[in-house]
């Protein structure tokens, strides 16, 4: 059976989710064998394309769920929710 983690996080950048951000989920999620997505107001992003993930435009105080599902969606979902919460980045 396939594990599926669902975590919620708000952006906490007050630069929301811009290019360097967005750069270091993608990066995260291709260490990972798991399939994460990313949804925001009723939009959802391969959190392995730097475009999905920045035309999110989530915004600081946005929240997101981040959705994972495979053998080590657990950590992927916690490593890319660490990577949005962060103040900077």
Not at 37 to 57: F, N, P, W, Y
Not at 74 to 84: D, K, N, V
Request: with cysteine; proline share 2%; hydrophobic share 45%.
């Amino acid at each position: 059976m396939e594990r599926s983690v669902v975590v919620r996080v708000v952006v906490t950048n007050p630069n929301g989710v811009h290019a360097r951000p967005s750069h270091a989920v993608v990066s995260a999620a291709r260490d990972f064998q798991a399939k994460v997505e990313l949804h925001c107001d009723g939009r959802r992003a391969d959190a392995r394309s730097i475009l999905a993930v920045m035309t999110l435009g989530a915004a600081q105080g946005t929240e997101i769920e981040v959705h994972a599902s495979g053998a080590d969606a657990e950590a992927a979902a916690e490593r890319i929710a660490e990577l949005l919460s962060e103040a900077e980045a």
